[in-house]
T-cell receptor, first 116, second 111 residues
Framework: DTAVSQTPKYLVTQMGNDKSIKCEQN?????MYWYKQDSKKFLKIMFS???????INETVPNRFSPKSPDKAHLNLHINSLELGDSAVYFC???????????????FGAGSRLTVL | SQQGEEDPQALSIQEGENATMNCSYK?????LQWYRQNSGRGLVHLIL?????REKHSGRLRVTLDTSKKSSSLLITASRAADTASYFC???????????FGRGTSLIVHP
């Protein structure tokens, strides 16, 4: 049973289109994230939601809009896609452990977006 | 913002050898974690070390942390071909506890 699942796994689209990537976690975690991994494997945080509330929004164009309908889902909608948006997008979740004092992330398998 | 930087960027060794990767960071941290990413897959958590710890072990993995040098190392002993993957360090600092990653070290273990 997949802990963090994201769909679609592959997405090929034209510049200017709008697309969405969905993410669901069945771990009961209270925090979810979107990371972007570029062609050089650099993994950068985009957004983080805790209990449906946005807690971090790094320098991301406002063409990217996360939506969290409940704490098990965090979807990513991208408007007016550009060539530079081509990357692998990873969803992750965590439950902040007060005893540990850290967020240990569980990642989805990634969604590879190619913009032509 | 970018925190951890792994070194080397790529490492190629023979099965049975030890592999050592390093991570350096810029600001004080709460925790440092190491993750593995197999080709085409998501990252998998390996080990976490807190800022007040100096060394941790998990199976064939040994992690050290030197907060005075702002660096950590991951040692994989007796490597296997299945250890071939990219390895990332992630740090969190301040009150957010959000892990930030580097570019990773690409490890190839030849059978």
């Amino acid at each position: 049973d997949t802990a963090v699942s994201q769909t679609p796994k592959y997405l090929v689209t034209q510049m200017g289109n709008d697309k969405s990537i969905k993410c669901e976690q069945n771990l009961g975690h209270d925090t979810m994230y979107w990371y972007k991994q570029d062609s050089k494997k650099f993994l950068k945080i985009m957004f983080s939601y805790n209990n449906k509330e946005l807690i971090i929004n790094e320098t991301v164009p406002n063409r990217f809009s996360p939506k969290s309908p409940d704490k098990a889902h965090l979807n990513l909608h991208i408007n007016s896609l550009e060539l530079g948006d081509s990357a692998v997008y990873f969803c992750a979740s965590s439950q902040f452990g007060r005893a540990v004092g850290a967020n240990v992330l569980t990642f989805g398998a990634g969604s590879r977006l190619t913009v032509l | 913002s970018q925190q951890g930087e792994e070194d080397p960027q790529a490492l190629s060794i023979q099965e049975g050898e030890n592999a050592t990767m390093n991570c350096s960071y810029k600001t004080s941290i709460n925790n440092l974690q190491w993750y593995r990413q197999n080709s085409g897959r998501g990252l998998v958590h390996l080990i976490l070390i807190r800022s007040n710890e100096r060394e941790k072990h998990s199976g064939r993995l040994r992690v050290t942390l030197d907060t005075s040098k702002k660096s950590s190392s991951l040692l994989i002993t007796a490597s296997r071909a299945a250890d071939t993957a990219s390895y990332f360090c992630a740090t969190d600092s301040g009150g957010s506890y959000i892990p930030t990653f580097g570019r990773g070290t690409s490890l190839i273990v030849h059978p």
